[in-house]
């Protein structure tokens, strides 16, 4: 019987060795498939900025050209040089506007990223508190509508309140926000709570582990909150346009879509539109360089727990 076993394992051997040499070229098919697809995806994300940064150096016949001109042939600043003058024919100063839009940005970046963290704390570790489960269901049935539905009531509170014409218009409408809070939750709920129990025994008060526990913990959080935050105020036209009526209080996105004398002529002013969504598209991929090692762990985060 040991005479004919024999044969029979080494001829399974380069059996078997002939399968995991398969199996390993099929994985790396699949590898390379996968990399290609990516790599289609990056191309199709990146054809936006391409656009958007080629427009604003194009000239005024390669802006109108037929079929579209991605890439520029000839180069100019002209469009520029069009946007400063403009710009300087406006009634308020470029720097006023951009002073708003600033200020504007920070209050409530700052705001929605200390009040989501403020209410997530509880609402992730402190789930005995009474109302616990109908707070939670509020937070999660206000992602379910859109926004545009809370415009007419929004307004009546704001224009009841009094603040009308100031920058508590911009602020306070948007300083809390409902993604920012589920956001905060779910990746508090990542930190140990036996973390927070040595801490209580060793005598830390509840600021004292949101200070030395929970604020650390979240930072990738916090990149992911800021960047959104500050994309969607820093591009926000529609806000400034409803509730403030003095120019001096107007953002710039207001600036840049007041560009034409008189909303008039907007062909002859296409390549200072174009320079302007340009400048307007800096500062979040600015902060996103600088934000992204977070925002990347963030994502991973998220894929390892989802």
């Known amino acids: 019987m040991a005479t004919v076993a024999a044969p029979t394992q080494q001829n399974q051997q380069p059996r078997a060795r002939g399968i995991r040499r398969r199996n390993h070229i099929h994985k790396d098919e699949l590898s390379i498939l996968g990399t290609l697809v990516l790599v289609l995806f990056a191309i199709l994300m990146f054809v936006p900025f391409v656009i958007l940064f080629g427009r604003a150096f194009m000239t005024y016949n ?3 050209h037929f079929p579209p001109v991605i890439i520029p042939y000839q180069l100019t600043t002209q469009n520029f040089s069009t946007l400063i003058l403009a710009l300087s024919g406006l009634t308020v100063p470029f720097a006023r506007y951009l002073f708003n839009s600033v200020l504007v940005a920070f209050f409530v970046v700052l705001g929605v990223v200390v009040i989501a963290t403020l209410a997530a704390y509880p609402l992730s570790k ?5 109302g616990h489960g109908f707070l939670w269901f509020l937070v999660i049935a206000s992602l379910m509508y859109a926004g545009p539905a809370t415009n007419i009531p929004r307004y009546l509170i704001i224009t009841q309140l009094g603040l009308v014409n100031t920058y508590w218009a911009l602020i306070l409408p948007v300083v809390v926000s409902t993604f920012g809070l589920y956001l905060m939750r779910n990746f508090i709920d990542s930190i ?7 801490a209580r025994i060793d005598g830390a008060s509840e600021w004292k582990m949101l200070q030395t526990i929970i604020y650390p913990a979240t930072q990738p959080a916090w990149a992911v909150l800021v960047l959104l935050t500050f994309v969607m105020v820093w591009n926000d036209a529609a806000n400034p346009q409803l509730y403030i009526h003095t ?5 710039l996105p207001v600036a840049f879509a007041t560009l034409a ?3 008039t002529n907007t062909v002859a002013f296409a390549g200072a539109q174009a320079a302007a969504g340009m400048v307007m ?9 600088i934000t992204q090692s977070k925002v990347i762990a963030t994502m991973a985060y998220a894929g390892l727990t989802g």
């Open 192 to 198: 140990p709570n036996e973390v927070l129990e040595a």
């Open 62 to 64: 390669e802006l109108f």
């Open 126 to 130: 402190h789930t005995k508190m009474p």
């Open 261 to 263: 004398p008189g909303g």
């Open 281 to 289: 598209a800096l500062p979040p991929i600015i902060l996103f360089l």
């Open 247 to 251: 120019d001096a209080l107007k953002t």
